[in-house]
Nanobody, 115 residues
Framework: QVQLVESGGGLVQAGGSLRLSCAASNNDVSNGVMGWYRQAPGKQRELVATITSGGSTKYADSVKGRFTISRDNVKNTIDLQMNSLKPEDTAVYFC?????????WGQGTQVTVSS
């Protein structure tokens, strides 16, 4: 069992920045793909960014050039640096770790971007 705890959400004006962090409860995540997803009201959960243990990254087109995902394999954490935030980035952001047969989610952290 893996527990993921997110932090760093909040309210920011458009054009501002926020940094989200996610800490995993144990080092069993070392072989998993970790990432961030988000869900806005009335919409499906969508991928924001993922990162492998080797550092390979993937981003949604909507955040490329603005968001940066990073990973610390020693501390079992991932961060999401979000710059140039837009009102459409408003959502609950979820941390995820995915293995071949299982996937785990954090409880989510709210990000609200005001115009």
């Amino acid at each position: 069992q893996v527990q993921l705890v997110e932090s760093g959400g909040g309210l920011v004006q458009a054009g501002g920045s926020l940094r989200l962090s996610c800490a995993a409860s144990n080092n069993d995540v070392s072989n998993g793909v970790m990432g961030w997803y988000r869900q806005a009201p009335g919409k499906q959960r969508e991928l924001v960014a993922t990162i492998t243990s080797g550092g390979s990254t993937k981003y949604a087109d909507s955040v490329k050039g603005r968001f940066t995902i990073s990973r610390d394999n020693v501390k079992n954490t991932i961060d999401l640096q979000m710059n140039s935030l837009k009102p459409e980035d408003t959502a609950v952001y979820f941390c995820n770790v995915a293995f071949i047969l299982q996937s785990y989610w954090g409880q989510g952290t709210q990000v609200t971007v005001s115009s």
